[in-house]
């Protein structure tokens, strides 16, 4: 039995069992460490570009846009190491009728791999990402830029995340 000191004042022993789990937290011995995936915190948003209607008019920064891999790409270079990047969901959207252009829909997630990464890092580098893909091509979606990024979670609910996202619609 453990007896441990209550702050309320009241000392009870809890049982455990017969191989008690001990957890030690401490700092990184290591740069190279990396956190397990279900355990790095994650912080998520939406990157929402319009594509023009004509496919035959997308210059080769568009194409690579529409794949994702430009915008994975352009993420990637804009964090610090030990910050993790992915897309793992991309739509490109047919239009409207009070649209002109094709929608394309990137959920982008950055994950803390090898160091602790906040919210509001992780937003000042969702704004860098829109000032960058503006540069490259004028196609932001501009009623959708500048939200901020979601709450941190851990990264072994991402793909609970992205089955609900991508089952409500």
Not at 53 to 67: H, N, P, T, V
Not at 108 to 114: F, K, L, S
Request: include cysteine.
């Amino acid at each position: 039995d453990y007896v441990l000191s209550s702050y309320r004042g009241s000392d009870r022993p809890f049982h455990a069992t017969d191989a008690p789990d001990e957890y030690v937290f401490g700092f990184s011995t290591s740069d190279q460490d990396v956190i397990p995936k279900n355990c790095q915190m994650c912080c998520r948003f939406e990157l929402r570009l319009d594509l023009p209607l004509d496919e035959s008019k997308w210059s080769s920064e568009m194409i690579g846009l529409a794949r994702g891999d430009l915008v994975r790409s352009i993420a990637q270079e804009l964090v610090p190491d030990g910050v993790r990047v992915e897309n793992p969901l991309r739509e490109i959207l047919p239009p409207k009728s009070n649209r002109s252009s094709h929608l394309g829909v990137f959920l982008i997630v950055y994950c803390g791999e090898q160091k602790a990464f906040s919210r509001e890092q992780a937003d000042s580098y969702r704004t860098l990402l829109e000032d960058s893909v503006s540069k490259i091509t004028h196609v932001l979606h501009r009623r959708r830029t500048g939200n901020m990024v979601s709450r941190s979670f851990p990264g072994g609910l991402l793909p609970g995340l992205i089955h609900e996202r991508s089952s409500s619609k």
